[in-house]
Each structure stands twice: as C-alpha cells, then as structure tokens.
Nanobody, 122 residues
Framework: QVQLVESGGGLVQPGGSLRLSCEAS??????????MGWYRQVPGKQRELVAV???????EYADSVKGRFTISRDNAKNTVYLQMSSLKPEDTAVYYC??????????????WGQGTQVTVSS
C-alpha cells in the first residue's frame, strides 16, 4: 500500500552533482526504525547496493562511491536522500530506494521505489 516516490534523476556531465530523493506516499508507522538504502542497476546486471543508512549505527557505502556519495534521512518527512558528487560515467544506472524493517521471527516490511534514471555523460 505504501509507495516510495523517487525524484532527482537526470542527465549530468562527468564531475557534476545530483541529489536523489525518495519519499513515502504516506506516513509509515515507526518510520525511524526502518533501514534505508539506495541501489542501482544497469541493463542485464544485478541490482547492487550503493549506500545504506540504518535506524541506528553508521552508514555504509559501496567502495566505488565512497567519498563521493552521501546518504541521509529525514524521519519527519519520511524521506531518504542520496547526494552524489564527482559523478562518473560508470555511475550511470537506474537508482532505486529501499525502506526495510525486520521484526525477527515475526515479519519483514520492505518497500521499493520505482527507480529513477541517472545518466552521466559529456
């Protein structure tokens, strides 16, 4: 029932910056307990994790984006962001956001965004 709406994708030149946003279409109960992540996928390849920000603890990034991408969240707005800087052509992909909460032994809640295209090209 909950939908994640992504925005911010587009065409940028190498070295440029872009900020992706992912907002839940409605309030999520105990939103602060969800782990949020960004994934990306190119045609014919598996979806890969780019960055993750848990409800508590440290953020994590794929080696390929460390130092260039920053993930952040705003629990009051039910939103996760991905700030991308120093973009490279290799960053070209469809980017998906993901919200996840696992209640061990009971249930897992997971939501995916529709995907937004990021193209880095001169």
């Amino acid at each position: 029932q909950v939908q994640l709406v992504e925005s911010g994708g587009g065409l940028v030149q190498p070295g440029g910056s872009l900020r992706l946003s992912c907002e839940a279409s409605e309030s999520i109960f105990i939103f602060s307990l969800y782990t949020m992540g960004w994934y990306r996928q190119v045609p014919g390849k598996q979806r890969e994790l780019v960055a993750v920000i848990p409800s508590s603890g440290s953020t994590e990034y794929a080696d390929s984006v460390k130092g260039r991408f920053t993930i952040s969240r705003d629990n009051a707005k039910n939103t996760v962001y991905l700030q991308m800087s120093s973009l490279k052509p290799e960053d070209t992909a469809v980017y998906y956001c993901n919200f996840r909460r696992t209640v061990v032994g009971v249930k897992e809640y997971v939501f995916w965004g529709q995907g937004t295209q990021v193209t880095v090209s001169s």
